[in-house]
Structure formats: structure tokens, C-alpha cells
């Protein structure tokens, strides 16, 4: 059973918003921190935002900050990726990603190599 699974993904339009969801199993959603990334067709994959573990406090990718919204809710064991205005450079495989007792750098470039345990990914199109 995945450790890491991602919803919430799908096709919408220009403008629109969608809500990311990562949930945890066999996980503490407390001692982790969260990153979401995103891979496009023929590029690497990016990091889009990361909320550190203890802090709660979030990073963001330039290119997303003022239109994505990333949180944890522990009572649930999930966090979130709000994706708002979405552009048609978001469309992507969006991935979560969790790292135990880990803080997010602002540089989005970092969090890959600290991430332990990951998703399957979830698809987002953003088209007219």
C-alpha cells in the first residue's frame, strides 16, 4: 500500500482553481514536511511548494507564488495544494512528496533530494 497518495487532479480551464489532496497511510502527517512538484512532458520535475514539518511554514516556486496555497491538516493525516488563477504552463503530473523532520529551504531546486517517501502523481490540464 503506497505510503503517499495523491487526488484531486483533472482538466480545467484557464482561470480556474483546483484543490490537490496528499494523503497519508502508515505515516504521521506531524513529523513530516511537505513538498508538492510537478512534471510537464519533456521537462524535469519541479519543485512547486513545501510546508516544513514543525514550523508549518511554506515555500513556493516563483512562478506559483500568489496563486498556489499549500497546507497540512493534521487531524487528518493530508495535505493540500490550492491551486488558484491556473495558467496553461501548470498543466502537469503533480506529485507529493513527504520528508521526516525536514525544513523547507526557499530554494525549490533543494527539496527534491530531501523527500523519503512519494506519490504516484496526479494529472492537471489546464486548457480552454
Known amino acids: 500500500q503506497s505510503k503517499v497518495a495523491e487526488s484531486g487532479g483533472g482538466l480545467v480551464q484557464p482561470g480556474g482553481s483546483l484543490r490537490l489532496s496528499c494523503a497519508l497511510s502508515g505515516l504521521n502527517l506531524e513529523e513530516y514536511a511537505v513538498a508538492w512538484f510537478r512534471q510537464a512532458p519533456g521537462k524535469e520535475r519541479e519543485g512547486v511548494s513545501c510546508?516544513?514539518?514543525?514550523?508549518?511554514?511554506?515555500e513556493y516556486h516563483a512562478s506559483v507564488q500568489g496563486r498556489f496555497t499549500i497546507s497540512k491538516d493534521n487531524a487528518k493525516n493530508t495535505a493540500y495544494l490550492q491551486m488558484n488563477n491556473l495558467k496553461s504552463e501548470d498543466s502537469a503530473v503533480y506529485y507529493c512528496a513527504v520528508a521526516r523532520d525536514y525544513y523547507c529551504s526557499s530554494s525549490a531546486t533543494s527539496w527534491r533530494r530531501g523527500m523519503d517517501y512519494w506519490g504516484q502523481g496526479t494529472p492537471v490540464t489546464v486548457s480552454p
Open positions: 510546508v516544513s514539518f514543525r514550523t508549518g511554514l511554506p
